[in-house]
């Protein structure tokens, strides 16, 4: 059976950082594209990044562009978002799921089941 994980949220002061990990189980995450995807109240889960499956080529959201880093674990069987400069917009219930490809590029739209996810809340 297919499941995903995702831990390391928490709450955090605006210009903070944290890092969420997510993991698999029941398939290997290595062979897979991997997203990072928040929902908020009142609206659609949106993509924040994602990580291809062979060559690790990475996409971004507008939003988090230069200030988060997706990146597989060293034994490929996690995958990190690594979140810095956070702003109280980024705050949310994060999910990790498996992606689709197009022409080698990851893309937010998901393929197989969601975590329970992990809350980040951005607050002073």
């Known amino acids: 059976q297919v499941q995903l994980a995702e831990s390391g949220g928490g709450l955090v002061q605006p210009g903070g950082s944290l890092t969420l990990t997510c993991e698999g189980s029941?398939?290997?995450?290595?062979?897979?594209?991997v997203g990072w995807f928040r929902q908020v109240p009142g609206k659609d889960r949106e993509g924040v990044s994602c990580?291809?499956?062979?060559?690790?080529?990475?996409s971004y959201a507008d939003s988090a562009k230069g200030r988060f880093t997706v990146s597989r674990g060293s034994a490929k069987t996690t995958v990190n978002l690594q979140m810095t400069n956070l702003k109280p917009e980024d705050s949310g219930i994060y999910y990790c799921?498996?992606?689709?490809?197009?022409?080698?590029?990851?893309?937010?739209?998901?393929?197989?089941?969601w975590g329970q996810g992990t809350q980040v809340i951005v607050s002073s």
């Open positions: 799921a498996q992606v689709y490809q197009r022409y080698g590029f990851c893309i937010h739209s998901a393929l197989g089941p």
């Open positions: 029941g398939f290997s995450l290595a062979e897979y594209a």
């Open positions: 990580v291809s499956v062979s060559d690790d080529r990475t």
